[in-house]
């Protein structure tokens, strides 16, 4: 079995964080689920429904992300000094809260999503189904929580294949009951939302069970105290991915508004089949930064610095290297993967595949800015990630989807994503240089 503490080559490396990249590329398979139901037996202007209303629903599961990397950090930072006990408290007490404000998120998204979707927009049947599709799944939400928590301790419990099982588990349930509910049943998109939270409700509660059980990970949820410290800690190390989550659903947002004014539904709609090739395709560098993390933060707690070097060097390799086969399939692909959504109707066809082939020079950039803000979180320097993030989504991406179409039309808003990704770049370097004798990882 690989371990935290060990010298990784670029095999062990790829074994360690397989698990990893294969559970978020399978977690983001079976989310293009729903969109390929509900697009192909349901209709289009539910389709776009869905897509409407998901950046509303990432937002609200940003405790998940919130504590998974940032708890991630710390309590493998814990292992790496030598106490086990400690680190199973912080772990149970971040379990723990993420309940109580999933519960408190379920309650004020149900309220607030029909006056969120008005305000943007929304009207008529496509405001309907946006409200249908939301309210349903939200009722999971702490499981999703929870979920996507998991996700993450499962690697630093050194339990990354669980992790997947896990995954895989509530990715055929969700496959299997979207099949039952809207091709057998005709559900339409109630039956899509029903399938989404049973899945998110199962990968939930059964990871929790594992952890309450005796078992041979490095963690399992035990008494514990409130610690204030540990929670602002925790938040301090994931605010980087706080800052993603919430800027991708800002962001989301604004794509579909200035969908909306461009393009009308048809663009949401197309801009909803990229957000789901674009979620496969990053999920590659997402699940090797997460799988990676812990070593990361264990050898820094640690104080090996020469493995810290090691992990940094092999880990840019790495991401080139996914990155020019992510570019490679994506322009080969194009049409293909398009067709699975849209086949039925020629013109929103054509729209996603030009947008799609602009589009996919992004996958040659955008694996290093996700790498090196986890790789600062993983340092549990949450405030340079957070940073990286903030410029990379809130200021860069955001910026270019409202001045690029003003120069460029419809066009401009599919370019936005290379030139966010190309500054974060820019910035990503600039950090990565200005900290490397503080961490001694350069």
Wanted: with cysteine; glycine share 8%; net charge neutral.
């Amino acid at each position: 079995m690989i371990k935290l503490s060990d010298h990784f080559n670029y095999k062990r490396l790829f074994r360690f964080t397989l698990p990893s990249i294969s559970m978020l590329l399978f977690l983001s398979i079976y989310g293009v689920v729903d969109g390929f139901f509900v697009s192909n037996y349901v209709g289009k202007i539910s389709f776009s429904a869905l897509n409407f209303v998901m950046p509303f629903l990432m937002f609200l599961g940003f405790i998940g992300f919130l504590f998974g990397t940032g708890g991630s950090a710390l309590i493998a930072k814990t292992l790496g000094e030598g106490d086990r006990s400690r680190a199973n408290k912080i772990f149970s007490l971040l379990i723990y809260v993420s309940i109580i404000c999933g519960i408190i998120f379920t309650i004020a998204g149900f309220i607030l999503l029909p006056n969120v979707a008005e305000f943007l927009g929304a009207d008529g049947e496509f405001l309907e189904q946006s409200i249908i599709y939301g309210r349903i799944v939200i009722l999971a939400l702490t499981f999703d929580i929870l979920q996507v928590e998991f996700q993450t301790l499962f690697v630093t419990a050194e339990k990354p294949q669980l992790g997947f099982y896990m995954t895989v588990a509530a990715g055929l349930i969700n496959i299997f009951l979207d099949a039952i509910f809207i091709v057998g049943f005709d559900f339409g998109i109630e039956g899509a939302a029903a399938a989404t939270a049973i899945s998110q409700f199962f990968g939930g509660v059964i990871s929790f069970i594992y952890f309450t059980r005796p078992n041979s990970s490095l963690l399992r949820l035990t008494k514990t105290n409130f610690d204030l410290n540990v929670l602002i800690k925790t938040c301090s190390n994931g605010v980087s991915e706080l800052m993603s989550t919430v800027s991708m659903s800002i962001v989301g947002t604004l794509y579909n508004v200035q969908l909306l004014k461009y393009a009308g539904e048809d663009g949401v709609a197309a801009f909803g089949i990229l957000m789901y090739i674009n979620f496969m395709f990053h999920s590659i560098f997402i699940g090797y930064s997460v799988g990676s993390a812990p070593l990361i933060s264990y050898h820094f707690g640690a104080k090996n610095y020469y493995e810290l070097k090691n992990l940094l060097k092999r880990s840019f390799i790495m991401i080139v290297v996914f990155a020019i086969l992510m570019f490679t399939s994506a322009e080969i692909f194009a049409r293909s993967l398009a067709m699975i959504f849209v086949s039925y109707d020629q013109n929103l066809l054509e729209m996603t595949v030009h947008a799609f082939r602009i589009y996919s020079f992004a996958f040659l950039l955008a694996g290093f800015t996700i790498f090196t803000s986890s790789f600062f979180t993983a340092l549990n320097d949450g405030v340079t990630s957070a940073i990286i993030s903030f410029l990379h989504m809130m200021i860069f991406e955001t910026s270019a989807i409202l001045i690029l179409p003003l120069i460029f039309g419809l066009n401009g808003i599919w370019f936005s994503m290379i030139v966010a990704e190309f500054m974060a770049i820019i910035i990503s370097i600039f950090f990565l240089k200005k900290y490397r004798s503080k961490f001694k990882y350069y």
